[in-house]
């Protein structure tokens, strides 16, 4: 039986938006995508593009997963990084880890 993982979402308009999806391979950036809440996904999840970057919340970032060499790449040259907040969504697969994490989609480039 798989598990609901939500998540709290601040659009770029200051929207506030729970999005609940059940626990599995799929990644934030799928979801986030699906929700049609500002996540463009424009590579597909292939860390080529940064068009669905969020900041997360500091206390948040010791939970998920070191960001790779190419994560960290893409977002040094995004215009919003935040080393302290800044993931690509693609790069974070959905797991009970992200219950109730609150994260903003980043602005756009």
């Known amino acids: 039986m798989s598990e609901s993982i939500s998540v709290n979402v601040t659009t770029r308009e200051g929207e506030q938006r729970t999005v609940t999806q059940g626990a599995g391979h799929e990644s934030l950036m ?3 995508y699906e929700e049609d809440i500002g996540v463009e996904a424009i590579c597909g999840g292939c860390t080529s593009c940064a068009t669905c970057h969020v900041l997360i919340e500091p ?3 010791s939970k998920l997963p070191e960001r790779d060499q190419a994560e960290l790449m893409l977002l040094q040259y995004a215009e919003h990084y935040d080393p302290d907040r800044s993931r690509l969504s693609c790069q974070l697969q959905l ?3 992200l219950d109730g994490m609150p994260l ?4 756009e480039e």
Not at 104 to 107: E, G, K
């Open 30 to 32: 799928q979801v986030l």
């Open 59 to 61: 206390e948040w970032m």
């Open 95 to 97: 797991g009970p880890e």
């Open 104 to 107: 903003t989609i980043a602005p």
